[in-house]
């Protein structure tokens, strides 16, 4: 029997504490309503600005690519485009920058040239032959210099040669 009326203290006291908060609530709200508004910034005022008229519609957009270039590149008429079938040569692995030209050979009338890449092996190729990472293309070959055309993309979704040339480096290097 003791513990029923421990229980019923205990419920008693939880029920008493539970207190309706919606009068604190309303007394609060009244005081707030009874304060005094306060008063707002003026809106501020805006100067009238001048109006534009542009003049130049007739010119050429600065926003596009240059004219001059795509008449160039008009005139060409020939579609450029890497050759995805192509078979790489050992050369081709490696950017162009990274291999050296190490020497020239004359066989008769056909010339070779030496090149040297990254991993120390030497290679003979000649006009023809590819090498770099864009499918250069060999077009000339003479005792001091290669001469190579490489596909490269014109940052617009198409192709452009370049030409590169790389020359013979000295026994020291």
């Known amino acids: 029997m003791n513990h029923r009326l421990i229980y019923a203290t205990v419920a008693v006291l939880l029920v008493s ?8 609530v309303e007394a ?34 600065p926003f596009l690519q ?6 160039l590149k008009v005139r060409a008429g020939k579609k450029v485009s890497p050759n995805f079938a192509h078979i790489a040569q050992p050369l081709e692995a490696y950017p162009l920058e990274s291999l050296l030209m190490r020497g020239v050979l004359q066989d008769g009338g ?6 040297q890449a990254p991993d120390k092996q030497v290679y003979r190729i000649t006009v023809g ?45």
């Open 66 to 71: 240059n004219s001059l270039y795509t008449e």
């Open 129 to 173: 032959s590819y090498m770099g990472l864009n499918q250069g293309r060999v077009v000339a070959l003479t005792p001091e210099r290669i001469q190579l055309i490489e596909i490269v993309s014109d940052g617009q979704g198409g192709y452009v040669e370049r030409p590169r040339t790389l020359v013979l480096v000295g026994q020291n290097a």
């Open 110 to 115: 056909k010339v070779s040239a030496l090149i």
């Open 17 to 24: 504490g539970c207190d309706s908060r919606v009068s604190h």
């Open 28 to 61: 609060e709200m009244s005081r707030i309503q009874q304060e005094p508004a306060l008063a707002l910034p003026a809106a501020p005022v805006f100067e009238k600005v001048p109006q534009f008229e542009y003049a130049a519609q007739a010119l050429r957009s």
